[in-house]
């Protein structure tokens, strides 16, 4: 797929937008069972959030997966203790800023001498490793796969801090026009403010 065929799949979606908290938040639906939303800041015009959801097996509907943004809090339930949050295994999140795709694994306490990324290319995705193997990851980038792209290695920069990797991959030109573009149409929406009527479907 190219940047221009994901661009005219956003494009030929359903659509409805609102504002709400200083966030254009627009959600997008492709067809039975696939949906997508999105939220972008109202001062900077960067993605903050893509979160997916597709209807499950059964025909119900999906949990929501985050893909950019912070993942939703894991819990477990004990009996005596009641709700409790997660273990402090390391976890991934995804941010874009103006000119990176960004991860960061948290709870990674190993100086940044034992880490190694590399762009797999072969199966379109970034590699994390550790050289006392303690700890492998493969992280996909959707955003590239989507436009035809396969990560490049000197792209990639990461550095470690407050126990947390953190991996940023320079956006490539392609990757820049589509945002470009995709902003430029989703700003000819007609947006509402919170507690308004649905948004007219584009």
């Not at 939703?72 to 203790?81: A, C, G």
């Not at 379109?124 to 590239?144: A, F, G, H, I, Q």
Request: hydrophobic share 30%; proline share 4%.
């Amino acid at each position: 797929m190219s940047e221009h065929q994901w661009l005219d799949i956003l494009l030929k979606a359903e659509k409805t937008c609102i504002v709400q908290d200083g966030k254009l938040k627009v959600h997008y639906k492709f067809g039975p069972g696939e949906e997508m939303a999105e939220e972008y800041s109202m001062d900077t015009n960067i993605l903050l959030r893509r979160a997916w959801r597709r209807k499950t097996s059964l025909g119900g509907d999906g949990q929501w997966e985050v893909e950019i943004g912070d993942p939703e809090p894991q819990f477990v339930n004990l009996d005596q203790i009641g709700i409790k949050e997660s273990n402090n295994s390391p976890f991934v999140s995804r941010r874009i800023t103006r000119t990176n795709l960004e991860w960061r694994i948290r709870n990674l306490s190993y100086p940044l001498s034992v880490y190694s990324v590399t762009a797999d290319s072969k199966n379109k995705c970034l590699v994390v490793s550790t050289s006392n193997k303690k700890y492998y990851k493969r992280l996909s980038v959707p955003d590239l796969e989507r436009i035809g792209l396969v990560p490049e290695q000197d792209k990639i920069q990461f550095t470690h801090k407050h126990n947390t990797l953190i991996i940023t991959y320079q956006k490539p030109v392609e990757l820049y026009g589509l945002e470009k573009k995709l902003l430029e149409e989703l700003k000819k929406l007609k947006t509402l403010k919170e507690g308004d009527m649905q948004c007219n479907p584009s």
